[in-house]
């Protein structure tokens, strides 16, 4: 097992898919490359919109960086505000194809893998950071069931299995502006406003080695 760079941070976004021209979460990732978080360095890497090849350039990424932390981020049309995903489970059930064509019905994306994994980010405190600063934010339990879960699964798989040390989650952010103005009552997000939330979100998981013990749970 090789060691990580303690002084890095994975940042996964993905290419634009289902026709739009832009995907917020490619955006993100590409304004906060290169630059330093809590002591470490940003590096991005955006993911194809495509079941196979994404997870293979995901487990490229990360044995190519070795990073101390690895938050992937997804676009998630018709949420509000930032949502931090805490749970990936073992199933594809893909509503739309992916980018190649492919629409994988009712299938694991890791076969014999778990059924679910939790995300290891400290997610109340990164979710208390963003309301400090006015950010729109909730906790999600559900990444769905297309190619954001299929990544936020094989991520915390691939930790699990292989680098038990490095701490890994998922992200989802809504629409850009222009993006929600083609789909009438979708909320939107300025760019601004989602990168400044990931950079907060990052020191957040970056500086707290245990989560804060707050509610955080949904009744229904």
Do not use: W
């Not at 064509?101 to 679910?116: E, F, N, S, T, Y």
């Not at 309301?131 to 954001?148: K, M, Q």
């Not at 907060?200 to 749970?217: P, S, Y």
């Amino acid at each position: 097992m090789t060691a990580s760079n303690s002084a890095s941070v994975l940042l996964t976004g993905f290419e634009p898919f289902a026709g739009d021209a832009v995907n917020p979460a490619r955006e993100i990732v590409l304004a906060l490359a290169g630059t330093t978080i809590a002591g470490h360095r940003v590096i991005a890497q955006v993911l194809p919109v495509a079941f196979a090849a994404a997870l293979h350039a995901l487990d490229a990424a990360i044995a190519a960086e070795r990073p101390a932390l690895v938050i992937a981020i997804g676009q998630a049309g018709g949420r509000a505000g930032i949502s931090i995903e805490r749970v990936a489970i073992n199933l594809i059930d893909a509503r739309i194809p992916d980018n190649t064509g492919a629409q994988p019905i009712d299938v694991p994306v890791i076969a014999g893998a778990p059924a679910a994994y939790f995300s290891t980010l400290p997610v109340k405190a990164m979710l208390a950071a963003l309301h400090a600063t006015d950010i729109p934010a909730e906790l999600s339990f559900s990444a769905g069931s297309y190619v954001c879960n299929a990544v936020f699964f094989a991520l915390m798989h691939h930790l699990a299995t292989r680098h038990p040390s490095v701490r890994g989650g998922f992200i989802h952010v809504p629409y850009l502006p222009q993006q929600a103005a083609a789909h009438p009552g979708a909320p939107g997000m300025a760019l601004a406003t989602m990168t400044r939330g990931i950079g907060i979100a990052i020191t957040a998981a970056l500086t707290h080695a245990r989560d804060v013990r707050v509610h955080g749970g949904a009744i229904a």
